[in-house]
């Protein structure tokens, strides 16, 4: 009886000493896969400052008006602000943004308000049809 006690325990301390061994591998892997990791972020650069990232971000909005305006041509000319900052709060910007982002593409240039009977309408320049997209490509 002793003996199978002692076989039982024998057996016992060899799958333990097997398991020890497989959970040195998986803490060896893990080392290695932290390592990895630490030295994939030290390569990455650094986190955007809040200006950048709010410059990003204004720059998306200008890209967004500048996109309604040069996605329909033959409309375009007929838009009023009421209707830019109504496509544009279709996806997701609010109306004080688009006015700030219309008013500030007057001031570069890109687009003009035109009068006709109607009222007052927001126009590309030609410099606002050229404008680059971002990807080196304008929508028309």
Same mark, same amino acid.
């Given at each position: 009886?002793?003996? %199978?006690?002692?076989? &039982?325990?024998?057996?016992?301390?060899?799958?333990?000493?097997?398991?020890?061994?497989?959970?040195?591998?998986?803490?060896?892997?893990?080392? =290695?896969? !932290?390592?990895?990791? =630490?030295?994939?972020?030290? &390569?990455?650069?650094?986190?955007?400052?809040? %200006?950048?990232?709010?410059?990003?971000?204004?720059?998306?909005?200008?890209?967004?008006?500048?996109?309604?305006?040069?996605?329909?041509?033959?409309?375009?000319?007929?838009? =009023?602000?009421?209707?830019?900052?109504?496509?544009?709060?279709?996806?997701?910007?609010?109306?004080?943004?688009?006015?700030? %982002? !219309?008013?500030?593409?007057?001031?570069?240039?890109?687009?003009?308000?035109?009068? &006709?009977?109607?009222?007052?309408?927001? %126009?590309? =320049?030609?410099?606002?049809?050229?404008? &680059?997209?971002?990807?080196?490509?304008?929508?028309?």
């Amino acid at each position: 009886m002793l003996e %199978a006690s002692q076989k &039982d325990l024998i057996k016992a301390r060899s799958e333990l000493f097997k398991s020890l061994d497989l959970l040195r591998m998986h803490v060896e892997f893990l080392k =290695t896969e !932290i390592r990895r990791v =630490t030295e994939h972020v030290k &390569d990455m650069p650094s986190a955007l400052t809040k %200006a950048e990232f709010l410059e990003l971000k204004q720059r998306d909005i200008y890209e967004k008006v500048i996109g309604v305006l040069q996605s329909d041509p033959v409309n375009a000319p007929r838009y =009023t602000q009421a209707d830019i900052v109504r496509i544009c709060g279709g996806v997701g910007v609010s109306r004080r943004k688009v006015i700030e %982002a !219309i008013n500030t593409l007057i001031e570069d240039g890109l687009v003009e308000r035109r009068v &006709d009977k109607q009222g007052f309408k927001i %126009a590309l =320049t030609e410099e606002g049809w050229s404008f &680059d997209m971002g990807d080196g490509t304008n929508l028309v």
